[in-house]
T-cell receptor, first 115, second 116 residues
Framework: GAGVSQTPSNKVTEKGKYVELRCDPISGHTALYWYRQSLGQGPEFLIYFQGTGAADDSGLPNDRFFAVRPEGSVSTLKIQRTERGDSAVYLC?????????????FGPGTRLTVT | AQSVAQPEDQVNVAEGNPLTVKCTYSVSGNPYLFWYVQYPNRGLQFLLKYITGDNLVKGSYGFEAEFNKSQTSFHLKKPSALVSDSALYFCAVRDGKGGSQGNLIFGKGTKLSVKP
């Protein structure tokens, strides 16, 4: 079946601009996660949704970052006034909420470059 | 605070030899432990997990991992390495609160290089 998809695969933007990154989870997965992976590092948690609501947004670095999931499926990560330090690969993952299902399934990521 | 350490940046193994990629963790409650593999320009792929039960867990592509509570370790192993196993491996942990859901804490990754 189809996996997690993310668009765009690459995004180059200028410092100060606004960007939106999209994630389409596996059908039927009610939990959705955003992570950020900088070069040479492991993924770092940003925010997690159960259904439409953000269950945990403690990983968002500041108020320039915001994410929504209005219908409980597709999610959009929004970054305002981008900075060069925001350059990273943004990963989305989804998982089932059911007993015995603990693993998260990751998309290929969006590589964001802020010039 | 939860954390994961992967002490080796790189592991080099000859094809056909056994491989071990090390991982130690720190978590306040019962740990849920995971291994993921990342091939170049591809997303993270789930390999295996430990939630409860038998300390030795088996996963995809012949990989296995052993949970050691006293040493707070979850090392990844494979009896006979293949050149195609060359990739970046990540260990991840979360505590058991929240049931089946919750964010993962990842290590920095270990690059595995298997030479013919």
């Amino acid at each position: 079946g189809a996996g997690v998809s993310q668009t765009p695969s690459n995004k180059v933007t200028e410092k100060g601009k606004y960007v939106e990154l999209r994630c389409d989870p596996i059908s039927g997965h009610t939990a959705l996660y955003w992570y950020r992976q900088s070069l040479g590092q492991g993924p770092e948690f940003l925010i997690y949704f159960q259904g439409t609501g953000a269950a945990d947004d403690s990983g968002l670095p500041n108020d320039r970052f915001f994410a929504v999931r209005p219908e409980g499926s597709v999610s959009t990560l929004k970054i305002q006034r981008t900075e060069r330090g925001d350059s990273a690969v943004y990963l989305c993952a989804s998982s089932l909420i059911s007993a015995g299902s603990y693993e998260q399934y990751f998309g290929p990521g969006t590589r964001l470059t802020v010039t | 605070a939860q954390s994961v350490a992967q002490p080796e940046d790189q592991v080099n193994v000859a094809e056909g030899n056994p491989l071990t990629v090390k991982c130690t963790y720190s978590v306040s409650g019962n740990p849920y432990l995971f291994w993921y593999v990342q091939y170049p320009n591809r997303g993270l792929q789930f390999l295996l997990k430990y939630i409860t039960g038998d300390n030795l867990v088996k996963g995809s592509y012949g990989f296995e991992a052993e949970f050691n509570k006293s040493q707070t370790s979850f090392h990844l192993k494979k009896p006979s390495a293949l050149v195609s196993d060359s990739a970046l491996y990540f260990c991840a942990v979360r505590d058991g609160k929240g049931g089946s859901q919750g964010n993962l804490i990842f290590g920095k990754g270990t690059k595995l290089s298997v030479k013919p």
